[in-house]
């Protein structure tokens, strides 16, 4: 099916309208309103609301008593089937290393143009740690989880949006192994990342997210650079 601009319209419009409703939901810090979700989805609120009935019904989606809406705990029920063996290998190195220095510690994974946090751990003593949620999404071409995985591509490969700068940083990341970002994804934020190899060919990388910088990047991509390897070698890659 083609749109009358040339561009390819999804099969259920319904179903689509309602994965981004999670999408949207995933990625917001708080509880939208209906009005917020029909204006990011461009729909009447009418349309907003019977899409998130729906997603109610099944568990997907809860109001609280102001009527704002949160991702339901039945999502948790989902993700948690999403690449079960890798997360159930990946969390007690991660643990390891969130504790160690100090910063959360979390393995990204890359969607089609956007890197997905698969999961996460906060360290156990962190003073100002930061919340990385699983299923945090943003594009490729920004941060260092995104620099660590383009780095593992070859350049033909490369988003066409990814712009001078970016492209130089990625190539020093694939010089060094490891790749660095301040103020990409979230204003300021720093974020350290190496690439993971995974047995089945995807692209993904272990990193951490932190305020300060208690530790000399080298060092910290020497110890993210351990974990990925622990998390290879235990997923049999």
């Known amino acids: 099916m083609t749109r009358a601009d040339g561009a390819s319209a999804p099969a259920s419009q319904t179903l689509s309208r309602g994965i981004r409703i999670l999408e949207v939901l995933a990625d917001a810090r708080d509880p939208l309103t209906i009005d917020d979700l029909a204006a990011r989805l461009g ?25 704002r809406v949160a991702l339901g705990s039945r999502m ?13 290998e990946a969390l007690p190195e991660l643990t390891a290393a969130a504790n160690e220095l100090g910063m959360t510690c979390f393995l990204s994974i890359l969607d089609r143009d956007e ?13 100002a740690s930061v919340a990385q949620r699983p299923g945090t999404r943003h594009p490729v071409t920004v941060g260092a989880p995104g620099k660590a995985i383009l780095s593992t591509m070859p350049e033909s490969a490369w988003p066409a949006g990814l712009d001078d700068a970016h492209r130089a940083d990625v190539r020093t990341a694939r010089e060094r192994e490891w790749a660095t970002s301040h103020d990409e994804v979230i204003a300021g934020l720093r974020s350290i990342a190496v690439p993971l190899a995974l047995p089945k060919g995807e692209r993904a990388a272990i990193a951490v997210v932190y ?13 993210l650079a351990s974990t990925a390897a622990a998390i290879t070698a235990a997923i049999g890659g």
């Open 115 to 127: 890197c997905i946090t698969l999961a996460s751990v906060e360290p156990r003593h962190g003073i």
């Open 211 to 223: 305020l300060s910088d208690p530790h000399p990047d080298a060092e910290i991509a020497a110890r």
């Open 76 to 88: 948790a029920a989902l993700a948690a089937g999403v690449a079960h063996d890798l997360q159930a």
């Open 43 to 67: 729909v009447h609120r009418s349309i907003a609301y019977r899409l998130l009935r729906t997603l109610e019904d099944h568990g997907l989606v809860t109001r609280d008593g102001n009527g």
